[in-house]
C-alpha cells in the first residue's frame, strides 16, 4: 500500500528511530540527470505524518546545497542537546563530505553546514553511523578509502587500517549491530572486508568464488553478529548472499528470486526474518532470510529502484527511490489504492477553496470521482506475521475482580530462542485485602466459636496500646469470671488489696496521715499530681494558683488511689470491697462514710457496721437509732424508761411488723402491769388494746376496776 | 490500602506457539484463548478447573483476539486474525461451529470488539489496512457491514465501544424518557492517534481526533461507567506512554489528556476493571501493573504482579506517574 510519494530524483535518509515525528530527507542524485540537465543540488527535509492520509508530504525544511549526492544519512550526534533533532551527513562529487544541522534546516536559523571536509578523493559514496556511538560515523569513497570520523573533531578522520588491495571503490560500509567496533565495507568486486577497530586491521575478507557478485548493497543482521548479507548487482547473479563469518569460505544460502541485478538491500531492524532488496527487474521483493521465502512484493513498476529502506521508527514503512524520479512510501502491511482515490476527491474538492463557490447559499455535493477499477490493485501484506504486530503479553479484568495474565518470558541472552509459555493465568485481584481478610477471620471466629483467640490475635497484633486494651477488654467479657479480670486488667487486684487494707489496718499507717480537711478538697488530687517528686514545693505553689482559679463546682472527679486511707477506701471501692473500705472508714472514726457504704455494702455488713456504731456511739438517742435501725424494738420495749411508754408505743406502732407488733405491745403492757402504778397499769390496757390480746385487756382492766363495770362487759362482748 | 493479587488458576492453554488475546465470559466461567499457533480455544474455569470445551479451527494465521459477547445473544464468540478473516463462532446444543465469516478487510485484522447489547449484535473490527468495519446481526443469520476505510493510515490496531450509558446519568433525574443513546467507539491506530467515532444517522463518523502518542497506539479501553458525567479512555503505545482521556461535557468534544506513566517498553494492553476504577497496563518488559487515581486525580500504580511468581511481587508504593 503506497502511503505517500514526492517527485524528486534523489538519495533519501528517514530519521533515526527515536525521533518524532519522523522525517524523510532527500538530496538530489548526483549520478542523474533529468531532460534539464540542470546540476542544482537540494536538500530537503519532509514530514511523513501518517495522520494525513493524503499521499503528500509536507517540506519542513530545504536548502541548496554546493555538491549533489551520492548518499545521505541521518545520525543522532548531539540529538537532546546541541542538535534535538540529529544530524545529515551528505556523501558528494570529489570526496565532499557535508555535516548539516537538521535543527537549522527546519527552523532556518544559522549556517546549516555544520562541517564540511574534502579528505576523500572520488564520490563518497558509502555512509554509516555506528550504532552505538553517535558521534562516530564511517565512509568510503575511492581506491579502498574509509574514513571514520569523530564528529566532534571532524576535520581530522581515521582509518580502520591499511587500505585493502587491490584499490578499488568502496560501495557499502556498514557497522556491526551487535559489536561496536566492527565494520565491514563491499566493493563492486563482490569481495567483502571486515575491519576490527581496535586491532585497526581487516580481520576477514568475504568474497565469492565465482568472481561474478557485483557488490551493491551489504548489511548485517540485525541480532546476529556475525551474519550479513551481500547482493549482487551482476544480471548473471541477481542473488542475494547470507553469510556467516564463522564459515567464511562459502555463502551461508542465496536469496533468488530477482531476475535482473539487485541494487540495494535493507534489513529490517524491528524483525530480522524481514530483508528489503529492490532490482533492475522492478521489483521489490521482502524475504524471509532465514527461510528464503519471498513473504511480501510490491507489484511491477516501471522503474528501477536504486534504494530501499525501511523507516527506522516506523517499521512497516518502507521508502524506495526510482530512477523515474519519485521516492514512494509504502506499508508492506497491504491493502489497497481506494485511499489513494479518496485522496484525489478530496483534493479536487479543497481546491475549490469553500463549499460553495458559486455563492447559490448552497454548498456543493462531494465530488464524485468515478472509481477506477484498474487502479484499485490489492497488495496482499507480507505473508508471514511481522514481530512487532504480535503481541506477546496480555491482560484483561474479568467480572468480579478477576485479572486473565499471559506472556512470553524472555529468558536473557536467548534472543534467538524465546520460549511462549502456554499458561494463562486467572488471578484475584483484591483491592480492600485488609478489610476483606479482617472480615475473613470475624467470618471464621464466629462460625468456629473460638472467639477467644480470635481476641488474643488480635491483642497480639494490636499496634496501638488502646486498641490492644480494646480487645482485652473484649477478650475479658467473652471469659469466665469477667469481672474480676476486668479489675485485674485495670490494675486492681482483690488479693492484693485485701493484703494492703490488712496491712494498713495492723500497722495504723492511715491514722498518721491527717484526713483531708473540707476546706482543703483539692489537695488529694495535688498530691497524686505531684506524687513524691522533688520539686514539690514549686510547682504545687504554681499549681496552687491554678486550682484558685478552678471553681470548686468545675472540679472533676479525682478518684485517688494511694496509700493513705482515701486511697486504699477508694481503691477497696473499687473492688467492691466493702467490708474492707468500712473498716477503713470506722477506724478512721468516718461514720458517716462507713455507714453509707454499708448501705451499698448490703444488708448483712450494714448491720454489721451499724451494731459497731451504735456499739461506738452511747447516748439515748443513739439507743432508740440502734433499736429502729437494727430493728431490735424488743430492747425498746424492755429498756425504755416506763414514762416514755407512749413514745415506745408509737415506736412499735410505727416499725413493729406485724406478727411482732402483738407480742411487743403485749410485753410493753406487761412491763407497765408489773412495773408501773395504777395510771401506768391503765395505760397497759392501751397497750393491749392495741395488740388486740382481749383476753390480757380484760384481765389487766378487772384487775384495775375492782367492779364489775358495764365495759368491761362491753368490751369482752366486742 | 494495597490491592492482593492472587492466582487462583492457571490454565496450561497448550497452544504451540505465542497466546496473543485471553478473555473470560461475562460469568467468568470459560476462558478463550487464541495464539499463533492459529487456534482458538474455549475452557471451562469453574471452580478452579481448566476443562478444554472447544478447539476452534478455521483460521489461516495468527489469531490476535477473541471477544465474547453478551450472553443474552447466547454464547458467540468472535476472533480476528492476520489472514484477514473474522470469524463469529457459535455454541449450538455444545458443540461449538463457526456462523459467520467476515473477509472484507485486506491486511491483518488486529481488534474485534461487541458493542454495549442495548445496541444488538454489532462487532467492530479494526484492520492493519486501515479500515474498521461494523458488523450487525439482521437475523436469520445475515450480518450487515459497514466500514469505515482508512480511519487509521497504516493500520488499525484496537477498537473499544463506549458503554451504553448517558455521561451523567446516575446525577441528573430521571426524564422518564427512553435515554437517547449515542453509539460511540474508540480506536487506535499506527498513526500516532486515538480517534473517536460516533453513529450519526446510520453513518459512522469521526467525531474527535486524540493526539498525544509519538508512536502506534496498541491499545484503547474506554473506560465501563456507572453513569457519573466523566467519560474516560485509557490508551497505551508503542512510545511506552500510557494516557488517560477525560471528557467531561456532554457534547464529548473536549477530551484531555493526561499521562498515567512512561514505561521503558512498548506497552501492548491496558484493561479497566469493571468498576472502572483500576486500569491494568500490561507492557513489553513482561509486567503486568495495577493502576489507580487518588482522590486528588494523580495516578498511582498500585500492584505489580509478577505472572512467572504467580503473585504479587514487590508492590512499588507510591510509583507516582512521571509527568
Known sequence: MKLKEIERTAVQAWSPANNHPIYLATGTSAQQLDASFSTNANLEIFEVDFRDPSLDMKQKGALPASNRFHKLMWGNFGNGSAEPSGVLVGGGDNGVLTMYSVQRILTSKGDPVIGQTEKHSGPVRALDFNPFQSNLLASGANDSEIFIWDLNNFSVPMTPGTKSQPHED?????????????????????????????????????????????????????????????????????????????????????????TRGVLAVSWCQADPELLLSSAKDNRILCWNPSMGEVVYELPIRSQWCFDVQWCPRNPSVFSAATF??????????????????????????????????????????????????????????????????????????????????????????????????????????????????????????????????YCQGKIQTAKLPVDENLWNFLKVNLEQDSRTKLLKLLGYSKEDLQKKITSCLSNGIPDKQPLPEAGDKNAGPDQLLMNSSDDVAAVSSSSAFFDNLIPQNMSTLEIPVTEDTDGLISQALLLGNFEGAVELCMRAERFADAIILAIAGGDKLLKETQKRYFAKQKTNLSVLLSSIVQQNWQDIVCMCDLQSWKEALAILLTYSKHEDYTQLCDMLGARLESEGDAALSNDACLCYISSGNVERLVECWVKNHETSSPLALQVQAL | LLPQVSVINTVDTSHEDMIHDAQMDY???????????????????????????????????????????????????????????????????????????????????????????????????????????????????????????????????????????????????????????????????????????????????????????????????????????????????????????????????????????KFNDVVWHVSWSITANILAVSGGDNKVTLWKESVDGLWACISDVNKGQGGVSAVTEGQQNEQ
Open chain 2, 27 to 261: 460469568y467468568g466461567t470459560r476462558l478463550a484463548t487464541c495464539s499463533s499457533d492459529r487456534s482458538v480455544k474455549i475452557f471451562d474455569v469453574r471452580n478452579g478447573g481448566q476443562i478444554l470445551i472447544a478447539d476452534l479451527r478455521g483460521h489461516e494465521g495468527p489469531v490476535w483476539q477473541v471477544a465474547w459477547a453478551h450472553p443474552m445473544y447466547g454464547n458467540i464468540l468472535a476472533s480476528c486474525s492476520y489472514d484477514r478473516k473474522v470469524i463469529i463462532w457459535k455454541e449450538e446444543n455444545g458443540t461449538w461451529e463457526k456462523t459467520y465469516e467476515y473477509t472484507g478487510h485486506d491486511s491483518s485484522v488486529n481488534s474485534v470488539c461487541w458493542a454495549p447489547h442495548d445496541y444488538g449484535l454489532i462487532l467492530a473490527c479494526g484492520s492493519s489496512d486501515g479500515a474498521i468495519s461494523l458488523l450487525s446481526y439482521t437475523g436469520d443469520g445475515q450480518w450487515e457491514v459497514k466500514k469505515i476505510s482508512n480511519a487509521h493510515t497504516i493500520g488499525c490496531n484496537a477498537v473499544s465501544w463506549a458503554p451504553a450509558v448517558v455521561p451523567g446519568s446516575l446525577i441528573e433525574q430521571p426524564s422518564g424518557q427512553k435515554p437517547n443513546y449515542i453509539k460511540r467507539f474508540a480506536s487506535g491506530g499506527c498513526d500516532n492517534l486515538v480517534k473517536i467515532w460516533k453513529e450519526e444517522e446510520g453513518q459512522w463518523k469521526e467525531e474527535q481526533k486524540l493526539e498525544a502518542h509519538s508512536d502506534w497506539v496498541r491499545d484503547v479501553a474506554w473506560a465501563p461507567s456507572i453513569g457519573l458525567p466523566t467519560s474516560t479512555i485509557a490508551s497505551c503505545s508503542q512510545d511506552g506512554r500510557v494516557f488517560i482521556w477525560t471528557c467531561d461535557d456532554a457534547s464529548g468534544n473536549s477530551w484531555s489528556p493526561k499521562l498515567l506513566h
Open chain 1, 170 to 258: 568502496i560501495s557499502v560500509v556498514s557497522w556491526n549491530r551487535q559489536v561496536q567496533h566492527i565494520l565491514s565495507s563491499a566493493h563492486p568486486s563482490g569481495k567483502a572486508v571486515v575491519w576490527d577497530l581496535r586491532k585497526n586491521e581487516p580481520i576477514i575478507k568475504v568474497s565469492d568464488h565465482s568472481n561474478r557478485m557485483h557488490c551493491s548493497g551489504m548489511a548485517w543482521h540485525p541480532e546476529v553478529a556475525t551474519q550479513l548479507v551481500l547482493s549482487s548487482e551482476d544480471d548473471r547473479l541477481p542473488v542475494i548472499q547470507i553469510w556467516d563469518l564463522r564459515f567464511a569460505t562459502s555463502p551461508l544460502s542465496q536469496l533468488e528470486g530477482h
Open chain 1, 324 to 453: 523515474d524520479g519519485w521516492i514512494n512510501v509504502y506499508s508492506v502491511m497491504g491493502g489497497n489504492l481506494e485511499a489513494q482515490q479518496r485522496t484525489q476527491a478530496d483534493k479536487i474538492s479543497s481546491s475549490f477553496n469553500n463549499l460553495d463557490p458559486f455563492g447559490t447559499g448552497q454548498s456543493l455535493p462531494p465530488l464524485q470521482v468515478p472509481e477506477q477499477v484498474t487502479q484499485t490493485t490489492l497488495i496482499p501484506p507480507l505473508k508471514k506475521p511481522p514481530k512487532w504486530i504480535r503481541r506477546p503479553v496480555g491482560v484483561s479484568f474479568a467480572f468480579g475482580g478477576k485479572l486473565i495474565t499471559f506472556g512470553h518470558t524472555k529468558a536473557p541472552g536467548q534472543q534467538m530462542q524465546q520460549t511462549y509459555p502456554h499458561q494463562v493465568f486467572i488471578s484475584q485481584v483484591t483491592t480492600e485485602t485488609e478489610f476483606l481478610l479482617r472480615s475473613k477471620e470475624l467470618q471464621m471466629a464466629l462460625q468456629s466459636g473460638n472467639l477467644l483467640d
